[in-house]
């Protein structure tokens, strides 16, 4: 059965299973694509085993800004949203940076286990509980944070264990909304600074510390 991430399908009672392995289907999607576009009809919640997902809107101007990611183990819950509300998706979802395996659950057979299993509703109020607050936060960093700060707050958040961020300057101001331009002034000034150093296609973070304290400056 798909959805090996997900603690609460062995959870779901013997009828449920057969339900949820009978009605999902399994998506292999490549980097890079569009898998809901702002104004499409959902057809099902979608999980993500591998890969990850970027929600983000896009403004007046066509500079678009990450809402939030979905990693594997997650779930987006704008979409289970617009699976009970059956509203129209009111932003975008991309495949990130890699290739990504995605289980969609068709939206009846979502409202059905959810109706019926104690363990699928934990799972949604969960997913509802931490997105409701990295929305918010997402939203306040928008609104009062310089554009420096909200550069450093991404590169903290999205950097691996070896210090890297695998993003280049054009996919920054693509997160934040910004242009690039301003994306290389602020980059370069960080890396006179000692802070970061810049690869091909990545940020290395050099004082992860200092970074920090940057964004309570």
Excluded at 112 to 125: K, V
Excluded at 126 to 150: C, K, M, N, Y
Aim: glycine share 8%; charged share 25%.
């Amino acid at each position: 059965m798909p959805l090996t991430r997900f603690p609460f399908v062995d959870a779901l009672t013997p009828t449920g299973r057969t339900t949820l392995r009978r009605g999902a289907v399994v998506e292999h999607v490549d980097a890079g694509r569009v898998l809901i576009a702002k104004g499409d009809a959902v057809a099902g919640a979608y999980l993500v085993e591998r890969g990850v997902l970027r929600i983000y809107t896009c403004g007046p101007t066509g500079r678009e800004q990450t809402l939030y990611w979905v990693g594997p183990g997650e779930s987006c819950i704008l979409a289970i949203n617009c699976v009970f509300s059956q509203l129209r998706y009111p932003a975008w979802v991309e495949v990130d940076d890699e290739d990504a395996r995605i289980v969609m659950i068709p939206a009846q057979v979502y409202r059905d286990l959810f109706a019926s299993e104690p363990a699928l509703q934990r799972f949604t109020f969960d997913v509802l509980s931490r997105r409701v607050i990295e929305l918010t936060e997402s939203l306040a960093d928008a609104g009062t944070l310089a554009v420096e700060q909200r550069i450093i707050h991404l590169l903290v958040s999205r950097c691996g264990p070896d210090g890297k961020v695998p993003m280049n300057q054009e996919r920054i101001a693509r997160h934040v909304g910004t242009a690039r331009e301003v994306v290389s002034r602020i980059i370069g000034t960080l890396a006179r600074d000692g802070l970061v150093r810049t690869g091909r296609g990545t940020i290395e973070l050099i004082d992860v510390e200092a970074l920090s304290g940057r964004l309570s400056d």
